[in-house]
């Protein structure tokens, strides 16, 4: 039995036998026979001897000793017999060559050297033959095929241990096929021993003949696997090396950015978030890929950055960025580093202070470096105060505004550098401020097309406030055109007000105004916080007294409000919002009757909402009020009472149903808003009947203020059926302990 683990067809078995019985000295001599023979099975073989023949041969090469003449056969004529029907092997060209070492070293022992050479070179043409069958029937398989074999390029020939050559112009074939081919190309240039620059050089010649609207997209998703694989930084050089018009494709740019932002907020692999600030930093000119990079730096800090990587995106930027060409990003850069310096010097990191040192080495080149490094410490210090309780004053800020003015507004490339900054820096709650400063360093035309241009900027951030800008400007021309500064704030947001810039973000509500949102949530927070604060002196009183002074503040806030929004307006100017509240107690128990289901007290906040005049709707939302009882002096009850039948009664009548919790002040001065689905599930989860936990409540709360402003007012909660409606007229005993009547009236104007 021959050996192998398949047979051959029986058109061509008998000359295999031939073949197997030759001995080693008559090998070379009975070639010529052998190649006529298999010539003239070939011209008669059918599809199926073929593939029986192919799977023959393999089988043969693959594994197990062979003798000198069945390798000579094999080898010298695999061309005929190794056709691509299937899937290629794995390492096909390094197997290949490795029988064809056997084969020459079993016959030197026979005759000299010269008598191998026809035989050799016979041997590499049909591996070269063989090798470029299966590539041009699967190109995606190259580094399969050729896995493990050295290889070289000369500018034309692909040649694999100097003796099988691919020649690429028969490789690439026609045009329609060529993207996927160059790409396949381009993932053998880590491989290549001599000629990198050659092949690179080869394929951006090609790639520049390209159809680039059709092949960008497959280019694109190409890029981005190369951008998330690990390991791959030398592949993602070669492919920027060979598709030069990538670096101007500004989707690119985009896509990088925001999945470098992403991989800086949520952690992820630091090999991708290496690859990404590289990409970003390799975009030409109009592609602004440096403010990508930097782009993704900024949205990166405001939740809880992971410093490591965030100073790997900086030392990039800083290798490629020129700070006498961009001033303005070497300020966004000095501030990143200042807010890494603050967060790593918390952290304990012994190197803080040398990098800082050397952040500023960077720049010290600059006329304009002191200011530079001013900017950016100071706002490191102001900017995180915005969102806490030690939030500067009116007065402070106006001062803080004057002192930089008056540092950056004499040159104009400080001007430049300061207006991009603080538009681009500033966080939401220092908006305002940011909007200010910038406006007052707008003194010529020229800084005028400046802030122009930045309405094309990366950040959504900068374009919407450059936009807000621009119609203050636009509105006022005749006042700015000589470098007006309005004299106080309240003339500012006057201003702003008047020409609808104001309303930055759209809001968070259905009233799309940030500003009214922002007054009504800060009006609301006051009288939380007194409440809280005064709750020590009043917790020995009874719900109904507690819940009384605190809508009785309440109502007093709403009068306020009406005068707080004409700071905002002009003399004349409409308000845009109208508020008014209004509650009455319901009939109050008979003395020493009340059953204990009923402890605590029970609200109904009716909202009635009419916009222009004509879109109306009114709800109801049920609340149980219940205070946390003191147990001595500064200690409180680790439970707050709260029967389970009252949460059932409760979400029986509505599921908009709400528990308030009238509570001291814990991690903050508020009093707590939890929905009454959520207080049964904490209650199911504690197996508590008549109370639940003050921890659980307190994890899962939402405070008064925001749940007035962005819940109630804000439409999110609310039930609008009749019969819900109509308990609050009532005058029986299922009318609430207290009624609260709200009412708002917009204009849409």
């Not at 990508?292 to 100073?311: C, F, M, N, T, Y």
């Not at 303005?328 to 000095?334: E, K, M, P, R, T």
């Not at 001065?669 to 049964?680: D, H």
Request: aromatic share 6%; charged share 30%.
């Amino acid at each position: 039995m021959l050996p192998g683990n398949d047979t051959w067809p029986a058109s061509l078995q008998a000359l295999y036998e031939q073949v197997v019985a030759a001995p080693r000295e008559a090998v070379l001599a009975a070639r010529p026979q052998w190649a006529e023979q298999l010539g003239a099975w070939a011209q008669r073989a059918s599809l199926d001897e073929r593939e029986i023949a192919r799977v023959a041969t393999w089988s043969r090469l693959e594994a197990g000793p062979r003798s000198a003449g069945e390798l000579a056969f094999l080898l010298s004529h695999c061309g005929e017999l190794l056709w691509p029907y299937s899937e290629p092997p794995a390492q096909l060209l390094q197997r290949l060559l490795v029988r064809q070492g056997q084969l020459l070293q079993g016959l030197k022992a026979e005759g000299p050297d010269e008598a191998l050479t026809p035989l050799t070179r016979q041997v590499s043409a049909e591996l070269s033959k063989v090798v470029l069958r299966y590539l041009k029937r699967h190109p995606e398989a190259l580094l399969s095929l050729v896995g493990g074999v050295g290889c070289t390029f000369d500018g034309r020939v692909l040649r694999f241990q100097g003796e099988v050559e691919v020649d690429l112009k028969v490789f690439l074939g026609p045009a329609k096929r060529l993207t996927g081919r160059l790409d396949q190309l381009r993932m053998l240039l880590p491989h290549l021993r001599e000629g990198r620059y050659k092949l690179v050089g080869f394929i951006r010649e090609r790639a520049s003949k390209l159809p680039w609207r059709e092949c960008r997209d497959i280019l694109e998703e190409k890029l981005f696997q190369v951008v998330t694989a690990p390991d791959s930084q030398a592949e993602l050089r070669g492919f920027l090396g060979c598709y030069a018009k990538g670096k101007g494709e500004a989707r690119w740019c985009t896509r990088a950015s925001l999945l470098l932002a992403r991989n800086l907020e949520e952690g992820g692999p630091l090999a991708a978030v290496e690859n990404l600030s590289e990409l970003l930093v390799y975009f030409e000119s109009p592609v602004q890929g440096l403010r990508g990079a930097l782009q993704a730096l900024v949205a990166g800090l405001s939740g809880a950055p992971d410093i490591g990587r965030h100073r790997r995106v900086a030392d990039t930027c800083w290798e490629h960025l020129k700070p006498k060409e961009e001033p303005g990003l070497a300020l966004v850069l000095l501030w990143v580093e200042e807010c890494l310096f603050r967060l790593a010097l918390r952290q304990g990191l012994e190197d803080v202070f040398e990098r800082r040192n050397r952040a500023r080495e960077r720049v010290s080149g600059l006329p304009v470096a002191e200011v530079l490094c001013w900017l950016a410490e100071e706002c490191a210090d102001l900017w995180p105060r915005f969102e806490t309780e030690r939030r500067p004053g009116a007065d402070a800020l106006a001062a803080w505004r004057k002192e930089v003015t008056r540092r950056a507004v004499k040159k104009p490339v400080l001007r430049k550098a300061a207006m991009e900054f603080f538009l681009w820096c500033a966080p939401d709650a220092a908006a305002s401020e940011a909007e200010l400063v910038t406006l007052s360093l707008v003194k010529t035309s020229t800084d005028r097309r400046l802030l122009r241009r930045l309405g094309d900027h990366p950040s959504t951030r900068v374009r919407f406030r450059v936009r807000a800008i621009h119609a203050w400007l636009e509105a006022g021309a005749e006042q700015a055109t000589g470098g007006h500064t309005p004299a106080t704030l309240t003339g500012a947001l006057r201003h702003l007000r008047a020409s609808g810039a104001m309303t930055l973000g759209g809001g968070r509500t259905w009233l799309r105004d940030r500003d009214l949102e922002e007054l009504l949530l800060g009006a609301f927070s006051r009288v939380e916080r007194d409440f809280s604060a005064r709750y020590p002196q009043h917790c020995r009183e009874e719900e109904a007294a507690l819940v009384t002074r605190l809508l009785e503040d309440l109502r007093h806030e709403f009068e306020s409000i009406r005068s707080d929004l004409g700071l905002l307006l002009t003399q004349g100017q409409p308000v845009p919002l109208a508020l008014d509240l209004r509650f009455r107690r319901g009939p109050e128990p008979v003395e020493n009757a009340q059953a204990p289901g009923r402890s605590g007290v029970e609200l109904m906040f009716v909202l009635s909402v009419e916009v222009d005049g004509f879109l109306r709707t009114k709800r109801a939302v049920l609340v149980r009020a219940r205070k946390l009882e003191p147990w001595g002096e500064g200690q409180w009850a680790p439970n707050l009472r709260m029967g389970r039948e009252q949460v059932d009664g409760l979400l029986a009548r509505s599921e908009a149903a709400y528990c308030l919790f009238l509570v001291p002040p814990a991690l903050r001065a508020e009093c707590w808003m939890v929905p009454a689905r959520l207080v049964r599930g904490l209650m199911e989860a504690q197996g508590s009947l008549s109370s639940v936990s003050r921890e659980g409540a307190q994890r899962v709360a939402r405070s008064l203020s925001q749940w007035l402003t962005y819940d109630l007012l804000g439409l999110w909660s609310g039930d609008d059926r009749p019969e819900v409606l109509a308990r609050s007229e009532r005058s029986e005993e299922e009318v609430p302990d207290f009624v609260v009547e709200i009412s708002v009236r917009k204009s849409g104007k």
